[in-house]
């Protein structure tokens, strides 16, 4: 028994040590594309100039304002456009004094480093310590994962935590009990509090984990099996046991609750309206449901996607070319009900509108389209092109993935609940690259099992022993 634990301890270290050595190489990796390609950010008005002057008027004693209502009234106003916690995360570099947009770039960068080691990390889970290792090196150099990177949004810091979210939910998985389940609800949380719509990973992921999980499943020697390994804790064929799984449901959305309990106060005594986490959820949809954005005009080359200028236009012709009346809350429920009355109106296209939408987030529908609207957010078109082959790729690696998992007896649950989360945003809202990263983390994870997997498959060709007889 000692010398197995001596050996799980050198293969923890030396699994650390690699990944380690990875993330450092994608930490100086992102740092060098501030010089270049990063160094461009979309000016003013934007979410990444928002997020940078946000974190240092929350350092400076204002809260959460909108620094653009601040430059218009004088006022620093409370918004919930955005939740709160990328800008807490700039704010701790504004902390210390370093407030520029260098500085918030770099945290940017470092978000990013931990989408690496999140991704190594469920590689590791699910499927063995090579694995992660792949994992962590196919997020280090995917594209889709660091354009985002050194540009302010948030998205890298919501791959890191969707990430960890996962990660606890493979072990909660296979460890029945309170700890990881506290973990896996309090992760989920700050996914949540980074982007909205990580919500959805309470329906998507968390719920089927733990009310679908079976009791502990005993390996070959009567102990539990290894990770991802046929035999592994919650991965064989044993019992459910349905109090268990559901009292560590009630645990997860306990603490889910609790991490998210303090901004849904905030909001309760600002806002007149009811906002549990942001109130971008309503504004959106005045950008997804209009003329354009339903394929009805410019020729249909905004379908599936969204369109800013349509609200200006609903401004002056509503609104004298001002904000409809009312506090923040207020003034996103005036606009989410201009995008549902437009879908309500337009209900014989919305088959067409949410399979387009579907196709965005997929990339499967005008995918070099979506590489040109990319430069919206600041991305050069060149990365662009580039992230969609490689994401082709992924896409077409993590397939056979995912087939390999499911015959090793391991849970497929948190990538098929990946995708069906960002699938959901789509349908809701509307398909662009920037917000298909959970899906990414999905299949950079895939793609790591199946590389694996045939880099063994070489290996043992290579060592086979000749036949009988055979002449040396």
């Known amino acids: 028994m000692t010398v197995t634990r001596t050996l799980l301890r050198g293969h923890r270290s030396r699994f650390a040590l690699g990944l380690t050595v990875v993330a450092l190489v994608a930490l100086v990796f992102r740092l060098t594309l501030l010089a270049n390609i990063a160094g461009h950010t979309p000016g003013s008005p934007s979410d990444p100039d928002f997020y940078h002057r946000q974190a240092n008027m929350l350092v400076a004693g204002h809260g959460f304002p909108d620094p653009y209502l601040y430059d218009d009234t004088g006022r620093f106003e409370p918004v919930a456009i955005h939740p709160p916690l990328f800008t807490i995360w700039l704010a701790i570099p504004s902390v210390l004094g370093f407030d520029t947009l260098l500085a918030h770039k770099i945290m940017s960068c470092l978000a990013g480093v931990l989408a690496v080691v999140a991704a190594g990390l469920v590689g590791r889970e699910a499927a063995g310590r090579r694995v992660g290792l792949v994992a962590a090196a196919i997020a280090a150099a995917y594209p889709p994962l660091w354009s985002i990177d050194g540009q302010l949004w948030p998205e890298g810091l919501f791959a890191a935590l969707v990430g960890f979210t996962v990660w606890a939910g493979i072990r909660a998985w296979r ?48 102990a539990p099996g290894a990770p991802g390994a046929p035999g592994a804790p919650g991965d064989g064929d044993g019992v459910r046991d349905h109090r268990a799984n559901v009292r ?33 959820s309503d504004e959106l949809l005045v950008y997804a449901n209009n003329p354009y954005a339903y394929g009805q005009v410019e020729d249909g080359r905004f379908l599936g996607f969204w369109f800013y200028p349509w609200q200006e236009e609903l401004r002056h012709r509503y609104y004298g070319g001002q904000e409809p009346p009312g506090d923040a809350s207020q003034r996103a429920k005036a606009w989410g009900e201009h995008g549902r009355r ?34 919206i957010d600041g991305k050069s078109r060149a990365v662009s092109v580039a992230s969609v082959w490689t994401w082709w790729a992924a896409l077409a690696l993590s397939i056979p993935g995912l087939v390999l998992l499911r015959r090793r007896g391991t849970t497929i649950i948190p990538f098929v609940g990946l995708a069906l989360t960002v699938s959901v945003s789509a349908v809701y809202a509307y398909g662009g690259n920037r917000f298909r990263t959970p899906l990414d983390m999905a299949v950079v994870v895939l793609s790591a099992v199946t590389l694996a997997a045939v880099v063994e498959k070489v290996r043992a060709r290579r060592h086979v022993p000749p036949p009988e007889g055979a002449v040396a």
């Open 342 to 375: 437009y879908a309500r109106e337009n209900l014989d296209r919305v088959p067409v509108v949410v399979a387009a939408r579907l196709g965005r987030a997929w990339n499967l529908y005008a995918p070099f389209q979506n590489a040109s609207f990319d430069q």
């Open 248 to 280: 560590d449901l009630v645990l997860a959305g306990l603490a889910c609750a609790v991490v998210i309990a303090p901004w849904t106060i905030r909001n309760v005594i600002q806002f007149e309206e009811f906002v549990p986490i942001s109130t971008n």
């Open 175 to 222: 460890e029945p009990g309170p700890r990881w389940a506290l973990i896996t609800g309090a992760l989920l949380g700050l996914a949540a509090l980074t982007r909205g719509e990580g919500i959805i990973l309470s329906f998507t992921l968390v719920v089927p984990l733990l009310l679908l999980r079976r009791g502990r499943a005993a390996g070959p020697s009567g």
